[in-house]
């Protein structure tokens, strides 16, 4: 079995406060360092004849593109509902799953605070 990550990083702007930071007196953190991590997973008897599951040039595009998306807004002007690490995960999940075949998970690790949130499909 191979498991394949491929990574990503920017810098966005959740735009939600922290009670916790708040209340005690931290300055609120505007702009997170983030690293976007994506995997699929497959075995040695799905490589092509080049020893390849899938093209990864197209899917470091797909990445940048999200990556691009995530940095440039902030979150809560990008998304309807409340914007958590939890809540954007699963959505990027969703979104990758739909163009990554055997994607295994997504994580966001808010490299600032030093918090990694990880979604799997059932």
């Known amino acids: 079995m191979f498991t394949v990550e491929m990574r990503r990083q920017f810098k966005a702007r959740?735009?939600?406060?922290?009670h916790l930071w708040q209340t005690s007196g931290r300055p609120p953190v505007i702009l997170f360092a983030v690293t976007l991590r994506a995997a699929f997973e497959f075995t040695g008897d799905q490589l092509d004849e080049d020893g390849r599951f899938i093209d990864t040039d197209t899917l470091e595009q797909l990445?940048?593109?999200y990556a691009d998306?995530?940095?440039?807004?902030?979150?809560?002007?990008?998304?309807?509902q409340r914007p958590?690490?939890?809540?954007?995960?699963?959505w990027l999940y969703e979104q990758l799953?739909?163009?990554?075949?055997q994607l295994a998970y997504v994580s966001l690790d808010n490299d600032?605070?030093?918090?990694?949130?990880?979604?799997?499909?059932?």
């Open 14 to 18: 959740q735009g939600l406060a922290s």
């Open 63 to 65: 990445l940048d593109d």
């Open 69 to 80: 998306r995530l940095s440039t807004t902030m979150w809560t002007d990008l998304f309807d």
């Open 84 to 90: 958590t690490f939890e809540f954007v995960t699963k």
């Open 97 to 101: 799953a739909q163009h990554i075949p």
């Open 112 to 122: 600032t605070i030093g918090v990694a949130t990880t979604y799997r499909a059932d």
